[in-house]
C-alpha cells in the first residue's frame, strides 16, 4: 500500500520554508538518518513499481482465473490455447444466437468492455466469420461492425457498467445498486404472446380465461430481428449463461442476451449462477431470452397492440423482449418456460414459496403476485428453499431459481429483518426513492411506484438451504389477500376445498388431459386478480389487512402441528373451518364476521365473493380431470353453497 508516511503511527508533513511562522511546532520523525536533514522523507515504503500512471494502474488488477477453467488435474489452471479456444467457442456460440435469421449469419462478436481495451487483458479480439467461404463483400453494415460481449460479469463489473453508463444507477448506503426500469414498473401480461403452432395449438391452454394470446410464427420472428438487429446495433451487450431448477436432472441451461447491466445483473442473481466447471460443460444454452427492452416494437406489425411486447416461441425455445425494461419480465417469463417443460415431464411447477423446519417438515406457500409468499417463506426459524416458483416431483420440492424477489414498500428492518438485511452489496433495488447525499432508501415513498422490489442471491438470507432443494412438503398453504374482508384470517382446508380454492386462482390451474400432457397453469386469479375487485376495494371490506405478525403466528401454528389440535367453527358460504383459538393472535380476528360492525353488510359482500368464485369456476366446468368425473363434481361441491 502506498499511503502516506504511517510508520508508529505518525504522520509526517514536508516542511515548508515558512515553518515557524504561524507558531507551529515543527514536527520531528523518528525515522530520519541525518540529524540535520531539513526535509521530512517518506522513504517508510519502497516506491511503487511503475514508471507510467498506465503502467500503474494495470498492476491494479491481477488476471483472474478464466471463468471457464481447463477439467482435470493434469492441466494447469492457465493454458494459454485452451482458454483461446474456450473463448472461441463460446463466442461461436453467442454470434449464433444473434444471429440474423434472413441474413442468416451471426455479428461480429469481440469479448471484453469497448472502453477497456488497453487495461483489460482479456478482450482479445477473438472475432470469428461463420461463412468462410461467404463473399468477401459484407452484405451491410452492420455486419462489419464488432458487438462488444460482456459475458457473465461478476457483481462488482456489473456495478461499474450501470454507474458509468445508466442514468438512475446509484449505490444505496447499504451497498444495493439503485436502478430504475423506466416507463414500466411492473410486468405488462396483456403484451405477452405465444406462438400458436401445430404443437402449441393442442397442448397450451387457449380461449377464455386462458393467459396465453396467440400469435404467429412470422410475426415472431419479425420482432425477433427487430430485437436482434437492436443489440447488435450496439457497441456492447451482456450475456448471462446460467441454470434454472436445483434438480439437476431437470436442470435448464438459459442464455440472458440484454442491453443493460441491470437486467445481466438482475438474472445473474435470480438465476443459479453456474460453477467454473458448469460453465465450462455450458454449451448451446436450452432457451434465450433476447431483452430489447429499451427498443419498442413497430405498432404496424400483426398482433402488436401498444409499443410493448414479449413474445414467447416454445418451438424455437426463445422469448423476445421490445419495449419494456421491467427485468420481472424475464424472470415470470423463464417461469411460463417451466410451466410448459416441467409438466410434460409429470413434474409440477408451482408459483409458490418453499422453507423448511429443523425436522424436515416442508411447507408450500402458493398466492398471487403480493400475497407474500417472499415475505413468509423468509422465516428466521425456518430454512429457505425459496420464494417464488418451484418443482414438485416424486423426489420432493425444488427452487427454480437462484433469488429471491422481494416486494420492498414500507420494509421495516423489525419486521421483515433477513429482507432488510439482504439488502446490500449485489442487491438490485428497482425503483426506490433515496436521500440525494446519504443514499438511505426511504421504503415508504412510492413516487415512481408501489411496486418497489429488491432482487438477491438466495444465500444473502442466512438459513437458506443450499441446495435449493427438499422432500414432499407436510403443509400446503393458500395466501390470499382478500380485498373484500370475509375471508378468515386461516382455516382448514379438506382435500376438494384444497383443490377447489388452488384451481380457483390461489396461482395455478392443474388440469391434466388423459394421455397426461398438463395445461400450462395461470399466474393470476380470475377472481382475485380481476379488474373489478381492484379498481373497487373500498366499496366492500370495511377491515385492514391482518397485520403481519398475526400473520406469523398463524404460520408458527400451522408449522407446529397445533393449529390441526385446535377447536373449530365453520363458516356460511365457502363452508370455512376456521379455529377458535390460535397462540398469540386476538379470537375475534379469527372470524371475519366479528370484524364487520354491519352483520347484513358483511352477508352481502360474503355472497357477492361467493357469487364471483361461482362465475370464475364456470370456464373450468368442461374440463376432465384424469378419467374421473367425479372429481370435478367433488371439487366443484367444495366451493360455495347458497
Ligand atoms: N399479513 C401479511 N402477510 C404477508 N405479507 C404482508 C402482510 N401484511 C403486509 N404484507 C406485505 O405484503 C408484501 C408481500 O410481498 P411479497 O414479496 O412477499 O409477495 P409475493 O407473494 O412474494 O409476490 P410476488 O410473486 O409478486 O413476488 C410485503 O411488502 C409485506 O410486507
Ligand atoms: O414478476 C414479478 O413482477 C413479480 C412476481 O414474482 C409476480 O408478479 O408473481
Ligand atoms: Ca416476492
Ligand atoms: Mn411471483
Request: hydrophobic share 35%.
Amino acid at each position: 500500500m502506498a499511503s502516506q508516511g504511517t510508520e508508529n503511527g505518525e504522520f509526517s508533513f514536508p516542511k515548508t520554508p515558512t515553518k515557524g511562522r504561524n507558531g507551529l511546532p515543527k514536527i520531528q520523525t523518528r525515522g530520519g538518518k541525518k540529524e540535520d536533514d531539513q526535509i521530512c522523507h517518506d522513504d517508510s515504503v519502497p516506491p511503487v513499481k511503475a514508471q507510467t500512471i498506465d503502467e500503474l494502474h494495470s498492476l491494479q488488477k491481477k488476471r483472474s482465473v478464466p471463468n471457464t477453467p481447463i477439467k482435470g488435474e493434469t492441466q494447469p489452471a492457465f493454458n494459454a490455447i485452451s482458454e483461446e479456444g474456450r473463448q472461441k467457442q463460446q463466442l461461436e456460440s453467442i454470434s449464433a444466437s444473434l444471429a440474423s435469421l434472413t441474413r442468416e449469419t451471426g455479428p461480429k462478436v469481440v469479448r471484453g468492455d469497448p472502453d477497456r481495451k488497453t487495461e483489460t487483458p482479456r478482450a482479445q479480439v477473438t472475432h470469428q466469420h461463420r461463412h468462410v467461404h461467404a463473399p468477401t463483400l459484407s452484405t451491410s453494415d452492420s455486419a462489419l461492425k464488432f458487438t462488444h460481449i460482456l459475458y457473465n460479469l461478476s457483481p462488482a463489473e456489473l456495478y461499474e457498467q450501470a454507474i458509468k453508463y445508466e442514468k438512475g444507477s446509484f449505490i444505496t448506503s447499504s451497498g444495493a445498486l439503485a436502478t430504475l426500469s423506466g416507463a414500466k414498473t411492473g410486468r405488462s401480461p396483456r403484451d405477452k404472446r405465444v406462438v400458436r403452432d401445430e404443437t402449441t395449438e393442442d397442448e397450451l391452454w387457449w380461449g377464455k380465461g386462458s393467459p396465453n394470446i396467440e400469435m404467429d410464427e412470422h410475426t415472431f420472428l419479425v420482432n425477433r430481428e427487430r430485437a436482434v438487429d437492436y443489440l447488435c446495433s450496439l457497441d456492447k451487450v451482456y450475456v448471462n449463461d446460467q441454470f434454472l431448477n436445483w434438480d439437476p436432472v431437470h436442470r435448464i441451461k438459459v442464455r440472458i442476451v440484454s442491453a443493460r447491466a441491470y437486467h445481466s445483473l438482475f438474472m445473474h442473481n435470480m438465476c443459479i449462477r453456474p460453477t467454473a466447471e458448469e460453465l465450462e460443460e455450458f454449451g448451446t444454452p436450452d432457451f434465450t431470452i433476447y431483452n430489447a427492452g429499451m427498443f419498442p416494437c413497430n405498432r404496424y406489425t400483426h398482433y402488436m397492440t401498444s409499443s410493448t411486447s414479449i413474445d414467447l416461441n416454445l418451438g424455437r425455445r426463445e422469448m423476445v423482449i421490445l419495449g419494456t425494461q421491467y427485468a420481472g419480465e424475464m424472470k415470470k417469463g423463464l417461469f411460463g418456460v417451466m410451466h410448459y417443460l416441467m409438466p410434460k415431464r409429470q413434474i409440477l411447477s408451482l408459483h409458490s414459496g418453499c422453507n423448511m423446519g429443523k425436522a424436515g417438515d416442508v411447507a408450500l406457500f402458493f398466492g398471487l403476485s403480493g400475497t407474500g409468499k417472499t415475505t413468509l417463506s423468509t422465516d428466521h426459524n425456518r430454512y429457505l428453499i425459496g420464494d417464488d416458483e418451484h418443482c414438485w416431483s416424486e423426489n420432493g420440492v425444488s427452487n427454480i431459481e437462484g433469488g429471491c424477489y422481494a416486494k420492498c414498500i414500507d420494509l421495516s428492518k423489525e419486521k421483515e429483518p433477513d429482507i432488510f438485511n439482504a439488502i446490500k452489496f449485489g442487491t438490485v433495488m428497482e425503483n426506490v426513492v433515496f436521500d440525494e447525499h446519504t443514499r438511505e432508501v426511504d421504503y415508504s415513498d412510492k413516487s415512481v411506484t408501489e411496486n418497489t422490489r429488491a432482487a438477491y442471491p438466495i444465500e444473502y438470507i442466512p438459513n437458506a438451504k443450499i441446495p435449493c432443494v427438499g422432500p414432499h412438503p407436510k403443509n400446503v398453504i393458500l395466501l390470499a389477500c382478500d380485498a373484500f374482508g370475509v375471508l378468515p384470517p386461516v382455516s382448514k382446508l379438506n382435500l376438494a376445498q384444497t383443490m377447489y380454492h388452488f384451481i380457483s386462482g390461489y396461482t395455478a390451474l392443474v388440469a391434466g388431459t388423459e394421455d397426461g400432457i398438463k395445461e400450462p397453469q395461470a399466474t393470476f386469479s380470475a377472481c382475485f386478480g380481476a379488474a373489478f375487485i381492484m379498481l373497487h376495494p373500498t366499496n366492500y371490506g370495511s377491515g385492514k389487512r391482518i397485520k403481519l405478525a398475526y400473520t406469523r403466528k398463524i404460520i408458527d401454528a400451522i408449522h407446529s402441528g397445533s393449529l390441526l389440535e385446535a377447536e373449530y367453527t365453520k363458516t356460511e358460504i365457502f363452508g370455512l373451518e376456521i379455529p377458535t383459538a390460535i397462540e398469540g393472535v386476538p379470537s375475534e380476528i379469527l372470524d371475519p364476521a366479528n370484524t364487520w360492525p354491519d352483520k347484513k353488510a358483511h352477508l352481502d359482500a360474503l355472497t357477492k365473493l361467493g357469487g364471483l368464485f361461482k362465475k370464475n369456476f364456470e370456464v373450468f366446468l368442461d374440463y376432465k380431470i384424469g378419467t374421473d368425473n367425479n372429481l370435478a363434481g367433488e371439487i366443484l361441491a367444495a366451493g360455495p353453497n347458497f
